[in-house]
């Protein structure tokens, strides 16, 4: 089974960072993607980043430029920096793994709050 523990989520003013980490653990864990997901009070959960095995990213357009995916494939983490918050970037974070036999896995959540 796999586990993901998330962290980093905070209180922040608008124009400020936060960067997001989620660590990864189960036996015979073996990662296709890593990514994270939010979800605004209200709103739908919607993609944030993603990154592939390969290191291929893809983002949210209301995040490109402001946001950076990385991974650490020797400790299964993968991480978001976040720069240049807003307000509208508030919401819990949601850390997202798919497996290489296309099992997907979800974290907890961490709560990100932008202050304006």
């Known amino acids: 089974q796999v586990q993901l523990a998330e962290s980093g989520g905070d209180l922040v003013q608008a124009g400020g960072s936060l960067r997001l980490s989620c660590a990864a653990s189960g036996k015979g864990l073996s990662i296709n993607t890593m990514g994270w997901y939010r979800q605004a009070p209200g709103k739908q959960r919607e993609l944030v980043a993603f990154i592939t095995g390969f290191g291929t990213t893809n983002y949210a357009d209301s995040v490109k430029g402001r946001f950076t995916i990385s991974r650490d494939n020797t400790k299964n983490t993968v991480f978001l920096q976040m720069n240049s918050l807003k307000s509208e970037d508030t919401g819990v974070y949601y850390c997202?793994?798919?497996?290489?036999?296309?099992?997907?896995?979800w974290g907890k959540g961490t709560l990100v709050t932008v202050s304006s």
């Open positions: 997202y793994l798919r497996t290489q036999d296309g099992v997907s896995n």
